[in-house]
């Protein structure tokens, strides 16, 4: 075979390839349905912890976060040191300000505040949380 015809012949099968690949990056990433299914979210975030982390707080105070690209309120758990909390959420249009009150029972430890959002799919579910001392 002569030259010309072999760099034709290679220069065609590189350019699938490059399309074939390119297709691949573009299209890779979408859940079944395209862009616009209810399968597409954005990671929820979970910030501005207050008292901040290992800041001392007493029994049965007042802690909050807030809580940003959470489609519904009741995707979000708080437990503290494993015991479930219940809490307040507020919806302050552009956020969630989610507060909640540290257990009585707790005294004289160091416990996590653990955040849980349980939006069914885990690209869109997150979990965080801090550490709080517990005074007397």
Avoid: Y
Avoid at 11 to 26: P, Q
Wanted: aromatic content about 8%.
């Amino acid at each position: 075979m002569n030259k010309p015809s072999l760099l034709a012949i290679f220069f065609t099968a590189f350019f699938f390839n490059v399309n074939a690949a390119n297709a691949a990056e573009h299209h890779s990433g979408h859940g079944g349905g395209g862009g616009g299914s209810e399968n597409s979210c954005i990671k929820p975030r979970l910030d501005k912890f207050f008292p901040p982390h290992l800041e001392t707080a007493a029994p049965g105070s007042t802690f909050s976060f807030m809580a940003f690209n959470i489609a519904k309120p009741e995707q979000i758990s708080v437990t503290v040191k494993t015991i479930p909390v219940k809490v307040t959420i507020e919806d302050k249009e552009s956020f969630l300000l989610v507060k909640g009150t540290l257990p009585e029972s707790l005294n004289n430890t160091v416990a996590r505040v653990d955040i849980k959002v349980d939006a069914g799919s885990s690209r869109c579910s997150a979990e965080d949380g801090w550490l709080v001392k517990i005074s007397d």
